[in-house]
């Protein structure tokens, strides 16, 4: 595929609006489905269905004051929120939404978005310390810890499906997949058995990276007020929040690239954009479900959890399917 | 995760969790000395909403206290005026008749199933789950309907007189009642499914702020708090009051000590405030709900008397000294919450903050109660 500049800069810019435009809807879709799940209508005033939320909210946003507090460290308090939002709008360029639709398609895709996500723990890091609150800095020290230690099994399971189909082409992952929902990743084959299994770690871990309920311990306000954004107000916050849903459409489509298949029909017909879409959204309509359903678990919990299980299971898939693939 | 850890003063630091912090449920400040996430040292500091409600019953008549007794604790109002219309009675020997005894029962125990769904679902959001709070609330909305039809308000009742109530209940609320019952029996199997058998939920809870019978006696614990650390204490048990003796049910106690008992032996209580609702609707007898003979003005003879009752957050107690005339000489409250909150500055000590935040939502605090 040739590539002018022309075509670059409006790849870019479609990918940029997709993100922001998610990153606002998402918002409304969340606070829908939580007044369904609590028995409350959610946002209905604004419009029809409350559509006009997201805008309104925006504007509110944009034209309140933003105040830095005294003794912050100017520098990094401003540059922290930012740096949430740029790295998951990038990620998007690489994402391929069908075998056409895809801003630049590069043959380290995977690795590309996993060096972008772990800016994103910077971006709480940066903002935690910047404001000089101690709340704000136990939460990001929380954050980082927790990014860290669900980098780990989550790299791994993608090595293992790297390992399987032999690229790192995001275009060629999904296309490795398809012909038919038996022929997912998802699901056992004979060279890796346990890959059921390995999806529940990617999931899991995507929620940790995201920094989703039960896994909200960087802004878990029953203890820590707001975490990392406590002292963020106007659109500070705005990008803070706006990053995190933009990371989740991330998180959606790379569970749906590396294990659903990308935008192939479960049957083999009609593949499209409109499949890749439908999974995406039903993956994030999981994610909501469980925040809305859910307690929030443990710092300690949380580490536990990715060091004593996750990463001895994932680590186990990797060495059996390397094994596999040795023998068939 | 609770073991206790010994450092050194200087690598500390010093959190203020409130007056202003979403964990808190309002002005309640406690200072931590910090390592981290572990807790070195905490204390709690009291008088950010002190409203001088002994005072104020000194100088007023008896009557015009009362509605300062709900005032106390906005969630659980009726049992607060139902100690004090008790103190006044026993100390003026004022009569009560049989069916305002059994409406008061009846409207406390409405008023305690009230207190505990909405703690009940402030705990579960405490821990940082949102949606049990909303229903909780939407069965709590019934109780606080009916009780408005009969009482006129909606959380700082005062609806009991010296000697009987201000109005009679109707057929309406008899009917609200008996339809309540049933629907919240089916609601509590609802919490348990959603929230007692979640993995995440027991993980936080269980063995988690571990509260001594020992402890529970020195700091003069009561309710819940000391039911769950396996005291077997209850007011209506214990020195029976009101119509009391009259009603079959249990005292739910457990013996684990941790933050997870302390949140059984509130979901048991409902059930059993629900059998003493089921019971005095069925008992209720006809007859005047205000004495044929009262005193104009009420003056206790001179002497010390004292009443204690059980609220939603334990054991409350009035004393009242008189010197015979229309005032109080000396007018005390011992409010049940004051003593469970004590406990937390020792208790919580060694623990993670997310730990200790989660045992501060077991002990059931409402600050305007402890501050009065």
């Not at chain 1, 799940?37 to 269905?49: C, M």
């Not at chain 1, 003794?71 to 069908?98: C, Q, R, Y």
């Amino acid at each position: 595929m040739s590539l002018t500049l022309l075509n670059a800069v409006v790849a870019v810019v479609i990918a940029i609006g997709f993100a922001a435009l998610n990153a606002a809807y998402l918002v409304w879709a969340e606070r829908r489905g939580a007044g369904r799940i609590q028995r409350r209508p959610g946002p209905n005033v604004n419009g029809p269905f409350g559509l006009l939320q997201p805008p309104a909210d925006g504007i509110k946003l944009m034209t309140k004051q933003l105040m830095i507090p005294g003794g912050a460290d100017k520098a990094l308090f401003m540059v922290a929120p930012v740096l949430a939002m740029a790295p998951a709008i990038m990620s998007f360029v690489t994402i391929p939404f069908s075998g056409s639709i895809v801003a630049h398609s590069m043959n380290i895709g995977v690795l590309m978005i996993f060096a972008f996500a772990s800016m994103g723990g910077l971006a709480i890091l940066f903002a935690g310390w910047g404001s000089r609150n101690k709340y704000g800095v136990m939460a990001a020290v929380r954050a980082v810890s927790q990014s860290i230690s669900y980098e780990v099994p989550m790299l791994i399971t993608v090595i293992t499906i790297v390992m399987m189909t032999g690229t790192m082409d995001l275009k060629e992952l999904a296309l490795s997949q398809s012909g038919g929902f038996w022929n997912w990743n998802l699901f056992p084959s004979l060279s890796s058995p346990l890959m059921p299994v390995a999806f529940l770690i990617f999931f899991v871990c995507t929620l940790a990276e995201t920094n989703r309920a039960p896994f909200d311990l960087g802004e878990a306000e029953s203890e820590l007020v707001a975490g990392f954004h406590t002292e963020y107000g106007s659109m500070g916050f705005g990008l803070f929040f706006m990053g995190e849903y933009a990371n989740i459409v991330i998180g959606a489509s790379l569970t749906t690239i590396l294990f659903l298949g990308g935008w192939g029909c479960p049957f083999g017909l009609f593949p499209g954009v409109w499949w890749f879409l439908l999974k995406i959204y039903l993956l994030i309509a999981t994610f909501i479900w469980i925040r809305w359903t859910f307690p929030r678990t443990t710092i300690y919990g949380l580490l536990n959890l990715s060091w004593k299980i996750l990463i001895p299971i994932s680590l186990f898939n990797l060495l059996l399917t390397a094994g596999l693939l040795k023998v068939f | 995760m609770s073991a206790p850890i010994h450092i050194r003063p200087d690598e500390t630091f010093t959190l203020n969790v409130g007056p202003q912090h979403p964990a808190t449920h309002g002005v309640l400040r406690v200072k931590m000395e910090m390592d981290g996430e572990y807790i070195v040292k905490a204390e709690t500091v009291l008088g950010y909403i002190h409203r001088m409600h002994e005072l104020m019953g000194e100088n007023r008549t008896y009557p015009q206290v009362l509605p300062n007794l709900s005032r106390l604790d906005y969630l659980g109002a009726l049992g607060y005026t139902h100690g004090h219309v008790l103190a006044v009675e026993r100390a003026a020997g004022i009569e009560v008749p049989e069916r305002a005894e059994y409406i008061r029962a009846i409207t406390v125990e409405l008023n305690r199933v009230a207190s505990h769904l909405f703690w009940f679902g402030a705990f579960v959001m405490d821990l940082g789950g949102f949606t049990p709070l909303m229903y909780a609330i939407e069965d709590r909305e019934y109780i606080l309907d009916m009780l408005e039809a009969i009482t006129g308000s909606r959380l700082t009742y005062c609806y009991y007189r010296f000697g009987g109530l201000y109005n009679d209940i109707d057929d309406d609320f008899i009917a609200a009642a008996k339809a309540f019952i049933p629907r919240l029996r089916k609601s509590l199997k609802k919490y348990d499914g959603l929230v007692t058998g979640n993995i995440i939920f027991r993980k936080r809870l269980e063995g988690i702020g571990p509260i001594s019978a020992e402890m529970c006696r020195k700091y003069g614990a009561t309710g819940p708090v000391a039911r769950g650390s396996g005291i077997d204490f209850d007011v209506r048990k214990n020195e029976p009051y009101s119509v009391y003796p009259e009603f079959d049910f249990d005292i739910p106690v457990y013996h684990e000590c941790d933050s997870l008992a302390r949140y059984k032996v509130r979901m048991d209580e409902m059930e059993q405030s629900l059998r003493i609702i089921e019971q005095g609707l069925e008992k209720l007898p006809d007859g005047p709900i205000m004495p044929k003979k009262k005193p104009k003005l009420i003056k206790p003879p001179k002497g010390d008397y004292y009443q204690a009752v059980e609220t939603a957050r334990g054991s409350f107690g009035i004393r009242i000294v008189s010197d015979g005339t229309k005032n109080a000489y000396r007018f005390k409250l011992r409010s049940p919450t004051y003593s469970n909150m004590h406990m937390f500055d020792e208790a919580c000590e060694g623990m993670m903050i997310m730990d200790a935040l989660a045992m501060m939502g077991s002990l059931d605090l409402v600050i305007p109660e402890i501050d009065r």
